[in-house]
């Protein structure tokens, strides 16, 4: 049962993967990138990991996905904004190179014994989480933070409207 | 028993080669920072299911550090994606190659 789910989901991510790398319109592409992260989320709950499943929902499809759209909403592209499409000469190499590795993943899999090891969820219990993430992971934990920080401090940096940087040039 | 790890694996390798195509062979700048994303999601998916196979939370961790990671990227990749626009009237990859020789 559990195995059934696993690969309609899997299904699922994948086909409304390709949907959204397939799309013109920027909208129709995120929107299918939110169905396969839900996809993503259940699987991350099959597998024993609800706490992750439930940020995937909050913070990715939430937060981040939101903040694609308002840029999108911000800019009014027109669908045909993007350039023609590239031509077979452009695309047949990265066809051909995706190809051939998801073709070597594939046999990997099916050639390794280890992979044919089963995968039984794991719950961590959330103390047991929460304690491998602030006493092991610690350090991990303060240099993400530094990272948020330095993000949202370059984010407005680089988004500040142009003139007002000007002027802080010619001042300097 | 869920499934074999290999499978669990040949997902993740799918979505992260889509998303890898994707940046690829778009051009418009905010549909390459969404095969970025899809990228980042087979990530999620390969620790998540690692985290199973040994049995340990090291993966869920790193999952949830991944998704710290990807946020500062959005945030940042965004605000340059918007100074671009206001730059050149363009979300254009192409519409930037001062840099090449």
Redo the contacts between chains.
């Keep these: 049962m559990q195995a059934a789910i696993f690969y309609v989901l899997s299904a699922t991510a994948l086909i409304a993967t390709l949907l959204c790398v397939t799309r013109r319109q920027a909208v129709h592409a995120i929107v299918y990138l939110i169905h396969a992260l839900f996809s993503l989320a259940l699987l991350f709950y099959l597998l024993g990991a609800p706490l992750v499943a439930a940020w995937e929902v909050i913070i990715y499809a939430g937060a981040i996905m939101v903040l694609f759209l308002f840029i999108v909403m911000m800019f009014e592209l027109d669908p045909a904004h993007e350039a023609a499409r590239p031509g077979p000469a452009r695309r047949w190499p990265v066809v051909a190179l995706s190809v051939a590795i998801l073709a070597c993943s594939v046999a990997l899999a099916l050639a390794d014994p280890a992979g044919a090891r089963g995968v039984e969820a794991y719950h961590a219990s959330p103390r047991a989480f929460g304690r491998l993430m602030f006493d092991e992971y610690a350090l991990a934990v303060e240099v993400a933070s530094f990272l948020l920080l330095f993000a949202a401090v370059g984010a407005y940096t680089v988004g500040r409207s142009d003139h007002r940087v000007e002027g802080g040039e010619g001042q300097a | ?11 993740a ?3 992260f ?6 940046v ?5 700048l ?2 390459i ?3 970025v ?2 990228m980042l ?1 087979g990530v ?2 390969a620790l ?2 690692a ?3 040994w ?4 993966g ?2 790193l ?3 991944l ?10 990749s ?6 671009m ?3 050149k009237d363009s ?2 990859a ?1 519409a930037f190659r001062e840099l090449r020789g």
Excluded at chain 2, 1 to 11: A, D, E, Q, R
């Design positions: 028993m869920i499934v074999p790890f290999g499978h669990v694996l040949v997902v390798t799918a979505m080669v889509t998303g890898l195509a994707a690829l062979l778009r051009r418009n905010i549909l920072l969404i095969g994303e899809v999601g999620g998916l998540v299911g985290s199973a196979l049995q340990r939370a090291d869920q961790v999952a949830v550090l998704m710290a990671l990807s946020a500062a990227e959005v945030a940042i965004l605000a340059m994606v918007v100074y626009k206001r730059r979300l254009d192409d």
